[in-house]
């Protein structure tokens, strides 16, 4: 008998050593000095000096050192690291990977994952933090999404930011950013806010150009210029089928031309004038007809004016010869009367 009671002793010794405590926890999975030791909920599992120590919570996950201790009633979380989500207490639904991710949390919906992500995040919710010290300083801005070494480390009330990149968005405390750069700069490579709809590129955009010398830079060699120029791409290098446009076709399609006023319906407090895609001659029109390129429409009025110089010079020519014979015939008629 003697042995069964010192068995039986043994047996409640390591439930208490381990948290497997007798009552209302079902189903617990519990290794570690203290882990789990006042827990009453269920379905959770606990791994680490001390995990989920306070637990009363379902559906949790912690492991390492002190992860979730103060859990109380936080539920369908997963603490992975030294300190992670060591002072939650009623927030659930959250992922927190790294050594103090999440330490303070208190919000819902949230994943961190890094050393520190997160670790002043006491109420913000529905956060994405990914990187070492990303998301640091947040406390109750919510809707984030902060990837990279201190992304968005300054951050405490802001909310709906979305920032990329080592540093990116360091010093920046309001809502609805966008950052994507490699540094803490405050012009950073792309800005944007989601409020304004504004998207500012600090540097260069090349479109399918590898390495665009200018502000805009497309691979047709189209660009706009540093000063805001507009500039078609028009080499030889580009361009195929060349044929020179005749005078018939040019003529045409100019008569074809009609000139409207009109207002942009998303801009009804500006007048502008110009042309009906859907009306001008084929010529000119773009393959869908939503659209009309300037250029094309500057070749067809070229081409008329050359042609209509031509048609001039001809008509000069006539009328000097015209004004030569009949000074010919004043100076023979001066002379018969004389």
């Not at 203290?34 to 680490?48: C, D, I, L, P």
């Not at 103060?70 to 002072?87: H, K, L, P, R, S």
């Not at 006491?122 to 999404?145: C, D, E, L, P, R």
């Not at 507009?230 to 030889?236: E, L």
Request: glycine share 12%; with cysteine.
């Amino acid at each position: 008998m003697k042995s069964k009671y010192t068995i039986y002793s043994l047996v409640i010794l390591l439930c208490v050593l381990t948290g497997n405590a007798w009552g209302a926890n079902e189903q617990n999975t519990v290794q570690g000095e203290g882990a789990g030791a006042a827990s009453n909920g269920s379905y959770n599992s606990f791994f680490g000096y001390y995990t989920g120590n306070k637990n009363n919570g379902d559906a949790n996950t912690f492991v390492g050192h002190c992860a979730g201790r103060e859990n109380n009633y936080g539920y369908f979380n997963t603490f992975i690291g030294i300190y992670a989500g060591w002072y939650n207490i009623v927030g659930s639904y959250n992922n927190f990977i790294g050594y103090a991710a999440g330490y303070v949390n208190q919000g819902n919906h949230n994943n961190f994952f890094g050393a520190e992500a997160g670790r002043k995040n006491t109420q913000g919710k529905w956060n994405i933090f990914f990187g070492h010290n990303a998301g640091y300083s947040n406390t109750t801005g919510s809707n984030n999404v902060l990837l990279g070494y201190q992304a968005g480390y300054s951050n405490i009330i802001g909310s709906g930011n979305v920032f990329l990149g080592y540093q990116a968005g360091y010093n920046e405390k309001s809502s609805n950013k966008l950052y994507i750069n490699n540094s803490n700069a405050v012009n950073p490579l792309v800005y944007g806010n989601f409020s304004t709809k504004i998207v500012n590129i600090n540097g260069k955009l090349g479109i399918g150009k590898k390495a665009p010398a200018y502000p805009i830079h497309l691979a047709s060699g189209a660009r706009v210029t540093t000063g805001g120029v507009w500039t078609n791409a028009s080499s030889r290098e580009y361009k195929d089928n060349i044929k020179t446009l005749s005078a018939h076709e040019a003529l045409n399609t100019l008569e074809g031309l009609n000139p409207v006023k009109f207002v942009y319906k998303a801009d009804r407090g500006e007048q502008h004038v110009g042309f009906i895609a859907e009306d001008v001659p084929e010529l000119v029109a773009t393959k869908d007809r939503k659209g009309l390129s300037s250029m094309d429409i500057v070749t067809v009025l070229t081409k008329v004016v050359q042609e209509q110089q031509k048609t001039i010079e001809r008509q000069q020519e006539i009328i000097s010869k015209h004004a030569e014979k009949i000074a010919q015939l004043e100076r023979s008629f001066t002379s018969k009367v004389d």
